[in-house]
Nanobody
Framework: QVQLVESGGGLVQAGGSLRLSCAGS????????MAWFRQAPGAEREFVAA????????RYADSVKGRFTISRDNAKNTIHLQMNSLKSEDTAVYYC??????????????????WGQGTQVTVSS
């Protein structure tokens, strides 16, 4: 049973940085795409960033391009999300996900079969 556990959330001022981590267990992640999604209160879950298994191909939501960086360490079954220049609109619960989406579906939540419990990120203005 694959399990994902996020960490690194917290409260930060606008313009600051946070680094989220997601540790996987219970299986091999080498052939899985891994992604970050987020959900703000009253909003739908939205795609943030994803990385294919080989770490060569990454995709970002337009709202975070140039500010967020996704990286993964297959040897440690871990992915990270470095978030810089944070804005109040980045406030949300951030979820880690793993699955086998085709390239065109990397940003689609429904194709990911494994999810973490989420970690809260709050950006104060």
């Amino acid at each position: 049973q694959v399990q994902l556990v996020e960490s690194g959330g917290g409260l930060v001022q606008a313009g600051g940085s946070l680094r989220l981590s997601c540790a996987g267990s219970g299986g091999s992640f080498r052939d899985l795409a891994m992604a970050w999604f987020r959900q703000a209160p009253g909003a739908e879950r939205e795609f943030v960033a994803a990385a294919r298994w080989n770490n060569v191909y990454t995709r970002y939501a337009d709202s975070v391009k140039g500010r967020f960086t996704i990286s993964r360490d297959n040897a440690k079954n871990t992915i990270h999300l470095q978030m810089n220049s944070l804005k109040s609109e980045d406030t949300a619960v951030y979820y880690c996900a793993a699955g086998r989406p085709v390239l065109s579906a990397l940003g689609t939540a429904s194709v990911y079969g494994y999810w973490g419990q989420g970690t809260q990120v709050t950006v104060s203005s």
